[in-house]
């Protein structure tokens, strides 16, 4: 199967397993990883912060992170589709005890004017704030979309004009920098934490990074132990994380620009693809005007060979390109999603 339901599906490459199988370790929770060590060091420096702390997934960065930036009884501003919102399980009301808004976004964007607006002054007085707002970029649920750099600038600096603390989740930033042509520091050092995900675009097994000042990361080692996520060999893990920035970064690219070329082509053949909302490694498509149930849709595809993943919209089908995607699975998948949906049908 060309399985193009999600960047999450990558397997380690030989050349990664070389050096999973070639890694020097030690006891992570001892803080006597060499490898972790310089992974955590790595990322601090990539995302323009002073420190970083290695975790098992971005959900528990995400985590962290908020419990960091809120008491219980505090309000944590996101857009409404974020994954921090829709997909954590009621982590941050469970973990850290905040209450969560969900503002309506475009692109899974917010604006500054809803920053202001959501974190004036509540009824109840100065005891129950707005504490954090967490942004997405790049925005999974709104189709990988990249946040302007000029957008993202003024929504922290608003955010820290009002004294609210701002989270990155940055679980594909790196697919933000390379689409932008920025360093990812230029995205994430403007937040006071950010995450960043090793095992979606990069290729790795698991593991994430959550990056911010020496004295937030010190206190996130904290809830680190708290969350059953502080590690004894985890070097192996992190050896993938350092192999990946060294050779899965730039190619990121050319994930980006395959889903370019299969968005044209299945637009070419008549599917309902909004090219302009190809910012990334997301393919975006609309089954509405096919008349087709979404069920339906994805069972046609498997069956003819090509994976795809259904999304918070209810008739919006999404293709993911990634590490295991090549030129040839793109053309392939080109030919064989419109056969499936039985489109040669007129857009409309
Ligand atoms: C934007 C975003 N943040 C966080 C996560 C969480 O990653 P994980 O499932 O590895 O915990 C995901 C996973 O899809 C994501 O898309």
Redesign the pocket.
């Known amino acids: 199967m060309i399985d193009l339901r999600?960047d999450?599906v990558t397997v380690p490459t030989a050349e990664m397993r070389a050096a999973i199988a070639a890694a020097v370790v030690g006891d992570e929770q001892k803080r006597e990883d060499p490898t972790v060590l310089e992974l955590e060091r790595r990322v601090a420096e990539l995302l323009g912060h002073e420190a970083a702390v290695f975790l098992?997934?971005?959900?528990?960065?995400?985590q962290v992170a908020l419990k960091l930036h809120g008491r219980p009884g505090d309000v944590l501003l996101a857009e409404e589709h974020?994954?921090?919102l829709v997909?954590?399980y009621g982590g941050a009301a469970a973990h850290a005890g905040l209450m969560t808004r969900g503002l309506p976004g475009v692109g899974g964007r917010i604006t500054v004017e809803q920053v202001r607006t959501e974190s004036a002054p509540s009824m109840k007085g100065a005891d129950q704030r707005v504490a954090a707002v967490s942004l997405?970029n790049?925005?999974?649920?709104a189709g990988g979309r990249v946040w302007p750099l000029d957008e993202l600038g003024d929504v922290v600096q608003t955010a820290h004009e009002l004294g609210l603390a701002a989270h990155l989740?940055?679980?594909?930033v790196l697919n933000a920098a390379v689409a932008q042509g920025v360093t990812p520091a230029t995205i994430a050092s403007r937040f006071d934490t950010a995450?960043l995900?090793l095992?979606?675009g990069l290729g790795c097994p698991?593991g994430?990074l959550l990056a911010g000042s020496g004295d937030l990361i010190e206190r996130a080692w904290r809830e680190k132990h708290l969350f059953g996520g502080a590690m004894r060999q985890a070097g192996i893990v992190a050896a993938a994380g350092i192999h990946a920035l060294e050779h899965h970064v730039e190619r990121l690219a050319d994930d980006h620009a395959r889903a370019r070329s299969l968005a044209g082509a299945l637009h070419a053949a008549g599917l309902p693809v909004d090219l302009e909302q190809v910012e990334t490694n997301f393919v975006q498509l609309d089954i509405a005007p096919l008349g087709l149930a979404r069920d339906e849709a994805l069972a046609r595809l498997r069956e003819a060979g090509v994976g795809l993943s259904s999304t918070i919209h209810p008739t919006v089908l999404r293709a993911v390109t990634h590490l295991g995607i090549s030129d040839e699975d793109v053309e392939r998948a080109a030919e064989i999603v419109p056969r499936a949906l039985g489109s040669a049908l007129p857009v409309g």
């Open positions: 999600s999450t098992p997934t971005a959900t528990m960065a995400n974020s994954h921090v997909y954590e997405e790049t925005h999974n649920n989740d940055g679980a594909r995450t995900c095992s979606k698991l994430a």
